[in-house]
């Protein structure tokens, strides 16, 4: 097989590096690994099948060559992330009644849904709707979107993001929430967990480019597929259908019954605001689902302490794309996932070849990579209900997702600032390569909530994420607007598409030196007694304080 070889060449170029390369994170290495794992051979890297079993097997090899532990359940290089696969029927039949006439909807094209339950039918008749605002509960906020309606059996509507993204600053919703900064009322994630919860059976939210963070190209990327983690036995069902309303076919919907969006928007934008039910419309949905269960995996590897191995530090990226698609203008049907995160998982691999060949951390060093974060970040998920390290021992996560391709820059993008004490070791870091911390320029695209260290960070794990498309860097070659094209164009045109591909004119030092900052961190947090600390205002501040008397 190709990527046989290209481990090989590896091999032979790992065994011609002097020690000081062996320390030092190599942009060729880097490079070669997407090369593989971006390959035609490994279809898209999708859940279950072969692209898969190719995935798990390279990377436990890349592992064992590296001279590293097993990290996974019962001393494996894995962990078991049963999975429910399930796809909707292309025929699908998604209809609005209302009273002047029903409004069919195409999947893909106005409307994007699937499902999350393992049935072999979805069957939805002319199920009300309601239209829900922002569909935030908050009470820390004195925030209510629902009052006292009841969506049990009912359609919830969802305006995306939160109620204070697009108010002007004399508003008085203005800083409610996180302005510009999307809190985790805003992501789809919430959304859907909060209209199961309240017993609905499907969940719309209807999508604008700005408020989303992504086109509906991607929004729609994978019509009518889904994935989810195994439930266990007694557990609550989730809603029936979920998924995405292209803003054209809400307007038509609103319209039919007098109703204008961009007004609705606004009236959402106020905290009297409270749900009601769209008068005379209701909802209809018929599919057959074909369902599997996949027996994914998560791939783990360990570098024991020396003094303090209970104690670790969590690196992790995940190894998943999005599989196989419809053909494109070229006729690829191949999603490679080259950036999205075939070079995050690269970045994971040269820490540990770098750490292993340093002298020995007291504090052991966990390297993941994860399934199904396109899914739906379930594979961290997986791993956040049943650690296999305790969380509460765990001094950190450091997540690589997306790096950018451009060349060096003069910065470092935060994510999630004013989260934890991290973003001073990311700054120190950054220092001692004579770069500065920039806060994300795009917050509203929530983010810190849409990558894998979210899965543990709310479990009370003080987190970093490197995220190439929080922002434009200001590059050493072109500044500030040649690392906004680059976002742009990266964005617009291959995130999640068949052009997130390997390229050899890539100029991955800027990567290099982003996946260097997590080196120095991790150096330092692997010889010290530091457990790192949320900051005053942090949702997860409490959850770790809880259990601070089990670290000691």
């Keep these: 097989m190709q990527y046989q070889k290209i481990l090989l060449t590896l091999s032979i170029l790992f065994s011609m590096s002097c020690v000081a390369n062996d320390q030092q994170i190599d942009v060729e290495r880097l490079s070669t690994t997407v090369k593989v794992l971006a390959s035609d051979e490994f279809e898209g890297r999708a859940p279950g099948g072969v692209g898969e079993q190719k995935t798990v097997a390279y990377l436990i090899e890349r592992f064992k060559r590296l001279g590293l532990h097993p990290g996974g359940d019962d001393g494996s290089w894995t ?26 909807l195409t999947q893909g094209t106005d409307i994007e849904v699937s499902t999350v339950r393992a049935v072999e039918q979805i069957a939805i008749e002319e199920a009300p709707v309601v239209f829900v605002g922002f569909g935030a509960s908050a009470p820390e906020r004195q925030w209510d979107d629902y009052g006292d309606i009841d969506l049990s059996g009912k359609v919830a509507l969802f305006l995306v993001n939160d109620p204070d993204f697009a108010a002007e600053a004399d508003e008085p919703v203005a800083g409610i929430f996180g302005n510009k900064r999307m809190t985790y009322y805003g992501r789809w994630t919430y959304k859907f967990e909060e209209a199961s919860r309240r017993g609905a059976i499907a969940a719309l939210v209807i999508h604008e480019d700005v408020a989303a963070g992504y086109g509906w190209n991607v929004a729609s990327s994978s019509p009518g597929e889904n994935y989810s983690i195994v439930l266990a036995k007694g557990a609550p069902s989730p809603i029936a259908l979920q998924g995405w309303l292209h803003g054209d076919a809400a307007a038509q919907l609103l319209t039919s019954v007098g109703l204008n969006l961009d007004e609705l928007r606004v009236q959402a934008r106020s905290s009297s605001f409270q749900a009601f039910e769209l008068e005379g419309v209701s909802f209809s949905a018929a599919s057959t689902v074909t ?21 670790t530090i969590m690196v992790s990226g995940h190894w998943d794309a999005y599989g196989m698609g419809e053909p494109d203008e070229q006729g690829r049907r191949v999603r490679p996932g080259a950036n999205d995160d075939a070079l995050g998982i690269a970045g994971v691999l040269e820490l540990a070849r770098v750490l292993k060949a340093g002298a020995p951390l007291q504090r052991s060093v966990v390297f993941a990579a994860w399934t199904a974060e396109e899914s739906g970040l379930l594979g961290s998920e997986a791993y956040a209900r049943a650690p296999i390290y305790p969380l509460e021992k765990t001094a950190a996560n450091l997540t690589l997702d997306i790096l950018q391709t451009a060349g060096p820059a003069r910065d470092v993008i935060l994510v999630g600032e004013g989260q934890s004490d991290l973003e001073d070791d990311l700054a120190r870091a950054a220092t001692l390569q004579g770069r ?14 849409r990558a894998d260290h979210f899965s543990v960070a709310r479990r009370g794990v003080p987190v970093l994420l490197i995220m190439g498309i929080a922002g434009g860097s200001d590059l050493v070659k072109g500044g500030r607007a040649a690392g906004d094209q680059w976002v742009a164009d990266y964005v617009g045109r291959c995130y999640h598409q068949t052009c997130d591909a390997w390229n050899p004119d890539w100029d991955l030092r800027g990567a290099a030196q982003d996946i260097e900052l997590f080196q120095t961190i991790i150096s330092a947090l692997g010889n010290s007694t530091r457990w790192p600390k949320w900051r005053e205002g942090s949702e997860f501040k409490d959850v770790r304080m809880e259990s601070a008397k089990l670290r000691h």
Aim: no cysteine; charged share 15%; hydrophobic share 40%.
């Design 436 to 449: 500065v911390l920039t806060p994300e320029s795009l917050p509203e695209n929530g983010l810190f909530f």
């Design 291 to 311: 369902k599997e269960i996949i027996e994914s995996q998560n791939v783990l590897a360990l570098l024991p302490g020396s003094t303090r191995p209970e104690e």
């Design 79 to 104: 962990q078991a992330v049963p999975l429910v696969h399930t796809q909707l029927q292309e025929s699908v039949g998604l209809t609005f009644h209302h009273a002047k006439a029903n409004q069919s």
